[in-house]
T-cell receptor, first 112, second 116 residues
Framework: GENVEQHPSTLSVQEGDSAVIKCTYS??????FPWYKQELGKRPQLIID?????GEKKDQRIAVTLNKTAKHFSLHITETQPEDSAVYFC???????????FGGGTRVLVKP | DSGVTQTPKHLITATGQRVTLRCSPR?????VYWYQQSLDQGLQFLIQ???????AKGNILERFSAQQFPDLHSELNLSSLELGDSALYFC???????????????FGEGSRLTVL
């Protein structure tokens, strides 16, 4: 089955700096890659996703890039703000499939 | 509010006991997923149902079982509980026919299980 690895497990950045989280996946058939944000004590929520026919997608201060050949994808957060502090999960699935496999999560701390 | 309702929010029980966690998906969502999140751990996929039928199974223990009823609500049954079963159990639902992010999972607030 699919295996998703996520790095780093923790990331501390200064407010205003950029944060990058990287994920690799094992199943070459996977073609849907969402990112979820989980604030402390809250439920995970989708923040951005990308499909395999797209190499990059942006939404304001966040962007995701995908390299299908290398089977890795990344989340980029620019101009980080304290409210970006949370745990971020990458995930992968086959669009037509039923199972979303999550990475281990990255705890991001934005220091004011 | 995601529209997904989970009960109970908190549950404390003893080893060897059995509990049932309940999930009501968003109105119209046919898929229900169960995930386990242990302390400082990621989201471990347990099982998925679509319109009453099991669709995918993850690392779900034999002591655990689930079902989805005709009204689309789902229950996760955990039996012969062990200390290591203490975790936050999330239910999520999705509507694969919707626009936007077609496989967006809408998570409930979770049921926190503590086994003493």
């Amino acid at each position: 089955g699919e295996n998703v690895e996520q790095h780093p497990s923790t990331l501390s950045v200064q407010e205003g700096d950029s944060a990058v989280i990287k994920c690799t996946y094992s199943d070459s058939a996977s073609n849907y890659f969402p990112w979820y944000k989980q604030e402390l004590g809250k439920r995970p929520q989708l923040i951005i996703d990308i499909r395999s026919n797209v190499g990059e997608k942006k939404d304001q201060r966040i962007a995701v890039t995908l390299n299908k050949t290398a089977k890795h994808f990344s989340l980029h957060i620019t101009e980080t703000q304290p409210e970006d502090s949370a745990v971020y999960f990458c995930a992968a699935s086959i669009v037509a499939g039923n199972k979303l496999t999550f990475g281990g999560g990255t705890r991001v701390l934005v220091k004011p | 509010d995601s529209g997904v309702t989970q009960t109970p929010k908190h549950l404390i029980t003893a080893t060897g006991q059995r509990v049932t966690l309940r999930c009501s998906p968003r109105s119209g969502d046919l898929s229900v997923y169960w995930y386990q999140q242990s302390l400082d751990q990621g989201l471990q996929f347990l099982i998925q149902y679509y319109n009453g039928e099991e669709r995918a199974k993850g690392n779900i223990l034999e002591r655990f079982s689930a079902q989805q009823f005709p009204d689309l609500h789902s229950e996760l049954n955990l039996s012969s509980l062990e200390l290591g079963d203490s975790a936050l159990y999330f239910c999520a639902s999705s509507d694969r026919s919707s626009g936007g992010a077609p496989w967006e999972l809408f998570f409930g607030e979770g049921s926190r299980l503590t086994v003493l």
